[in-house]
């Protein structure tokens, strides 16, 4: 995906797809032309490139946990 199409999503909660089929439910923490970062739910903090995104699906969770 390109990056404009994922700032879309950041500072919200997603389930992200990744070209190597992870995925992650996260929160998208910011979002540049370079790299995507997010943490997941687990707690991880997770550093990708925009063409490594398949998918992008919101979530609406009811805490900010992670």
């Avoid at 089929?21 to 995507?36: D, G, H, P, Q």
């Avoid at 997770?46 to 805490?63: F, Y």
Wanted: glycine letters at 2%.
């Amino acid at each position: 995906m390109d990056y404009k199409s994922i700032s879309q999503y950041e500072h919200k909660n997603v389930k992200i797809t990744l070209s190597n089929n992870f995925w992650y439910r996260a929160k998208i923490l910011c979002v540049s032309e370079t790299t995507i970062e997010f943490i997941s739910e687990d707690g991880k903090n997770v550093s990708v490139s925009p063409e490594a995104v398949i998918m992008i699906i919101p979530l609406e969770v009811t805490s900010n946990d992670y």
